[in-house]
Structures are given as structure tokens and as C-alpha cells.
């Protein structure tokens, strides 16, 4: 690990899966990452969406219990939370300069560093996403593969643009209000879930609302900003090196823009699962349709389940260690062509 110096730990007591927090100094000021696991197993990196942090991202796949023991038995989680989205953050001052994606992608690297970390596995959720597979493209040698949620590569068009701007007004000039916490929450999940006259919202909407109140505005519109002066990134895609898995509801706004990213890369070592009745955040909504094209994909790295595994985990990360036949497309099985899943409408009669 990195100096002691540059970094300050905090036990997050009484949060379960929260992980233990570093705030670890980066050129960016500090930036938080909530370490969760064994530090000797290989690492597997998270990056939330826009106003979100691993608590309200990620808790819902790490609940899921089968999920939680596959991540945790072949992984240490590092949570990455944009600038100023941790768990009682102070709001950052708006005399500090902006920053851009291309900033937050060197961040990552110095996290890495800090915790001494070489190749990783990442995870992300759409602007999270982004970030993560904009890092693999300048870091190619620090990322072994990408799981991705609803991602997008493209840069903002001009209605998107618009659009973001007029959730940034909002933010910067009335904070975290009412509809702000409307268009995001479109933003991630789906009419279903999000309730209606006669359905009630649901609980994951309702704690996602409540996350949200916690955020401070001023650090969400800083992200915001950067995500909406992002570069695209597509002409990049054919030339990673590292194999992705790419999950996208069919209710979410990002839907088309995944199945572009996917047209993308190259077909021989990327994969595509479309979840039928979900919004963006699979994550939150339907994480338990994660769990079999996951553990697909990580066997291609010789990684199984704990009842599968007799030994060490940190071995098959490295690059040679891992057998040429589970890096040809056949290693990923049915899941080299668009998957739907179909999950069981909970207001349906069994």
C-alpha cells in the first residue's frame, strides 16, 4: 500500500457490504474507496453512475447471496466513488476548477498505484461505465476485462446535451430539488419499478431516493458537467485488449446506445445480455439476472465458485496464467450472441 501519509482510513461500522473507506489523495484532492474483501485476491474495481456511490449502485447485486460469494471469493471490491459522492461528504467548493472525464480516468490510475494494484477487473454503470472503459483504452495493460451496465461511449448528443443542462441549472441553482430526483430516477430504472397512480414505488426507489437527498449538489454538478463535455469514444472500441461483458435493460434510456457500444467492439471477445423488464441500473433492479453471465465470463479466467475452486484465486488473473483456448470465443459460450432474460413480473400470480 501507498504512503500512509496520503491517505486517511475510516471504518464504515454498521453498513453491511460497505467495506472499509480510504480517502486516498489524488491530483484531484481525495477521493474515496470503500475496500471490500481480501487485499490479496486480484482486484475487481466498481464505478457508480451519476449521484450514486457503491452503496446505492452496487448493494443490490452484493446482496444478491450467490453473487456476493462468487465476487468475493475470487476478488477484493474497490469502490471508486466520483469526487465528493461518499457517504457524508463535505460539498467541494465551487471556486475549485472543473474537471473533466479524461481527469477522472488519471484518478483512477493514481488509486491503483496507491493501493499498489496491477491489472483489474472493472465494473461500471453507464456514466460509471464510461469512465471505466475510457481507462481500460488509455490503461490497456491495467485491465483484464469490463463488466458494463447500460454504457455508453458516444459523446452527448445535441438533445442529450440540452437536456443534462437543464438538470445542471437545476442543481446549481436549487440543488438536489424535487425534479432533479425525478430525471434521475427515470435515468435508472424502470416504469415498473418506479410505481404510478395505482403501483406503489418499490423499495429500491424509494432507498434511491433517499440517496440521493444525502448527495451534495454542487459535487453531483460537477460530475454532470464532465460527463456532458465527454469525448466519443467509439472509434477506440475495436481496439481493446481486454474481454466485456456489457448488460442493458430493455426499458432503459441507454438501451440503444449499448447495443451500439456492442456493434463496437470486437464480437470475438465482447458480450451482450439484454434484461427484459429493467431500466439502466441492473445492478438495483435485477441483479440476480447477473449472476450466470458473470460466472460465464469469469470462468474464461479460470475463476469459479467457491464450491468449484480448490485453489487460490490470484493466480488466474495473470496473464500467463490464463489458457489460450479461454480466450477464444467459444470459452464464453452462448453469451457471444444478445442474450434477453426474462424475469417474472412481481405483481404476476405465481
Not at 482510513?9 to 474515496?32: A, R
Not at 457524508?88 to 471556486?95: C, E, F, K, P, T
Not at 485491465?143 to 443542462?165: D, H, Q, R
Not at 466485456?244 to 465482447?270: K, N, Q
Request: aromatic share 8%; hydrophobic share 40%.
Amino acid at each position: 500500500m501507498g504512503d500512509s501519509s496520503d491517505s486517511v482510513s475510516v471504518d464504515m461500522e454498521g453498513v453491511s457490504l460497505g467495506g472499509k473507506e480510504h480517502l486516498v489523495k489524488t491530483c484531484l484532492g481525495y477521493v474515496s474507496v470503500a475496500v471490500l474483501g481480501d487485499q490479496d485476491k486480484p482486484a475487481l474495481v466498481t464505478y457508480p453512475d451519476l449521484a450514486l456511490n457503491h452503496m446505492s449502485c452496487f448493494q443490490g447485486l452484493l446482496f444478491c447471496p450467490e453473487a456476493c460469494s462468487l465476487l468475493l471469493h475470487n476478488f477484493c471490491i474497490y469502490h471508486i466513488s466520483p469526487p465528493g459522492h461518499e457517504l457524508g461528504a463535505s460539498a467541494i467548493s465551487l471556486d475549485d476548477s472543473v474537471y473533466s472525464v479524461d481527469d477522472l480516468v488519471d484518478q483512477i490510475a493514481e488509486v491503483l498505484d496507491f493501493f499498489g494494484l496491477g491489472a483489474v477487473m472493472c465494473m461500471g454503470v453507464t456514466a460509471g461505465a464510461y469512465i471505466l472503459t475510457q481507462f481500460a483504452m488509455k490503461y490497456r495493460s491495467r485491465v483484464m476485462g469490463l463488466i458494463l451496465v447500460s454504457p455508453i461511449c458516444k459523446a452527448a448528443s445535441w438533445t442529450e446535451w440540452l437536456y443534462n443542462k437543464v438538470m445542471s441549472n437545476l442543481l446549481y441553482f436549487y440543488g438536489m430539488c424535487g425534479v432533479v430526483k425525478e430525471i434521475l430516477l427515470k435515468r435508472y430504472f424502470s416504469k415498473e419499478v418506479r410505481g404510478g397512480v395505482h403501483i406503489p414505488e418499490s423499495d429500491i426507489v424509494q432507498a434511491c431516493r433517499r440517496s440521493l437527498d444525502e448527495r451534495q449538489s454542487s459535487n453531483v454538478w460537477r460530475f454532470l458537467e464532465a460527463m456532458n463535455g465527454r469525448p466519443d469514444i467509439s472509434e477506440g472500441l475495436r481496439k481493446l485488449q481486454c474481454r466485456s461483458l456489457i448488460f442493458v435493460g430493455d426499458s432503459s434510456p441507454f438501451h440503444s446506445e449499448a447495443l451500439y457500444m456492442t456493434s463496437r467492439l470486437d464480437r470475438r471477445y465482447s458480450a451482450l445480455v439484454e434484461v427484459q423488464a429493467c431500466g439502466s441500473m441492473v445492478t438495483e433492479e435485477q441483479p440476480h439476472a447477473m449472476l450466470i453471465p458473470i460466472e460465464y465470463f469469469l470462468m474464461g479466467y479460470g475463476l469459479y465458485r467457491p464450491s468449484q475452486s480448490s485453489v487460490s484465486p490470484r493466480s488466474p488473473l495473470s496473464p500467463s496464467c490464463i489458457a489460450p483456448e479461454l480466450l477464444s470465443p467459444e470459452s464464453m459460450g452462448l453469451k457471444l450472441k444478445p442474450i434477453k432474460t426474462r424475469v417474472r413480473d412481481p405483481h404476476e400470480r405465481s
